[in-house]
């Protein structure tokens, strides 16, 4: 092949021209797959110090960040089966020790590190994690006071979130037992490591969730102490909502008194110590006795301080109520009065019935009988007299009187009056019948009315 530049002094730039270069030229990939093997092979177990910036987890679930410093960035990626066993979440400014190995990316000439684990580093970075999500969860309104529920006074049954194994539960069932013995259930649960926050939430979702005669009246989130890493899990974000999403009063009691989790903020209330949980928890049962033995006492006393303040007012007051005597006195004498007044009334009234009774069997007496019967004689015969010298028939027929025989036949006309020998003579108003007997006597009978004397 001819040579595309005449002249000889110019030199040629084909690779097999050159003199003495005999290595073979390589791919892209070849040497990318070379400078993998050689990384990896170096670099296969690191431990990085560094902080995470950039954090993302797509929906695959892995974990993609990187890790820097003063001076450099190393990107990192973690697969979704390490990124479900970290005991936080990253977030970015978290300062963290990652452990794996270093590798390259062909595909955009980088070089990485595959997390296998990782954890943050000292507790300065805990504790800047916590502020970060103490603050954010904060200004959710998680620990504001209002939604702080009052614990009962004396719970029929008592949830326990908690590990089964521990002293802890021991403690709590102890103290329970010498102030009042109580209804426990305990939901066993990691207090520590990796699936320990899910597991405490999910204990917490549990007992508020559950409904019927076993639903706890109080639950009780508790573990022992330790360092900030180990009660780490009572800091993660679903164990906080779920305690203040709790429709059950709660009682935190994580670590010893100087130990402080997000979980303690959460709670409606904060113990120091698990044991001191459970006494608050419930009321002692001695005092509680004794406290209504003495109640009772008082009662009574009150009781009978009562009845004896109320005879010496009963007493007083008869004291200044006037006398049976003094009361009825006056009826007493008015009754008196009447009684004399009645006693001579009576007596007047015999009195005047027997005058009127002497005046009246006077004017019975035969002598006075037989004169007034003679003048009302007199008075009839002129009566009759007047009658007949007016028209004697007439009288008859308009019925102003009647007269009759003896027999009682009715006589109609005078003729018939002057035939008879014993005469009838009834008043059409029925108030006079007069019997006559002239064929015996010559007197005439005057009756008497309800009026007086008629003649």
């Not at 009774?357 to 002598?367: E, I, K, T």
Request: glycine share 8%.
């Amino acid at each position: 092949m001819a040579s595309p530049f005449p002249d000889s002094d110019t030199p040629s730039l084909l690779a097999s021209d050159r003199p003495g270069d005999n290595a073979a030229a390589l791919s892209v990939s070849e040497i990318s797959s070379l400078l993998k093997r050689h990384v990896e092979s170096g670099f296969s177990h690191v431990r990085i110090r560094g902080e995470i910036s950039g954090y993302k987890r797509p929906a695959s679930g892995h974990l993609y960040f990187a890790l820097k410093d003063e001076n450099a960035v190393i990107d990192g990626v973690m697969w979704k089966g390490g990124a479900a066993r970290l005991a936080f979440v990253p977030q970015d400014g978290v300062e963290v020790i990652a452990t794996g190995k270093l590798t390259t990316y062909p595909g955009r000439s980088k070089y990485q590190i595959v997390v296998e684990s990782m954890e943050i580093a000292g507790e300065g970075a805990l504790l800047a994690l916590l502020e970060k999500l103490k603050a954010r969860l904060g200004a959710e309104g998680l620990f504001d006071p209002s939604r702080k529920q009052l614990l009962p006074f004396m719970p029929r049954t008592i949830g326990v979130v908690t590990s089964s194994t521990g002293a802890v539960i021991r403690d709590i069932l102890h103290r329970l037992e010498d102030r009042c013995p109580t209804r426990v259930i305990v939901w066993p649960v990691l207090v520590q490591g990796n699936g320990a926050a899910a597991q405490i939430a999910a204990a917490v979702n549990g007992f508020s969730a559950m409904e019927g005669k076993d639903r706890p009246d109080l639950v009780i989130i508790a573990r022992g102490g330790g360092s900030i890493e180990d009660l780490w899990a009572f800091n993660e974000e679903p164990v906080v909502r779920a305690v203040a999403d709790c429709s059950i009063p709660t009682i935190s009691a994580v670590g010893h008194e100087t130990d402080t989790t997000l979980c303690d903020f959460a709670a409606d209330v904060r113990a120091p110590t698990p044991t001191a949980a459970a006494e608050m928890a419930v009321p002692v049962r001695s005092e509680l006795m004794a406290g209504l033995q003495s109640l009772g006492s008082r009662s009574l006393r009150a009781v009978r301080r009562y009845a004896e303040r109320a005879d010496e007012r009963l007493t007083a007051t008869a004291r200044r109520m006037p006398t049976l005597d003094t009361l009825l006195g006056p009826q007493r004498q008015r009754t008196d009065d009447l009684g004399d007044r009645l006693r001579r009334g009576l007596s007047l009234r015999i009195a005047r019935a027997e005058g009127d009774l002497a005046r009246n069997s006077g004017a019975l007496r035969p002598a006075m009988l037989t004169q007034r019967l003679t003048n009302a004689s007199q008075k009839l015969d002129q009566l009759w007299r007047v009658a007949q010298s007016l028209n004697p028939d007439l009288v008859l027929k308009r019925g102003y009187a009647r007269v009759g025989t003896a027999a009682g036949e009715v006589i109609s006309s005078s003729a018939q009056a002057r035939k008879a020998g014993a005469l009838v003579l009834t008043f059409a108003d029925g108030r006079v019948d007069v019997r006559v007997e002239r064929a015996t006597a010559s007197a005439y009978v005057k009756p008497r009315t309800e009026q007086g004397d008629l003649f």
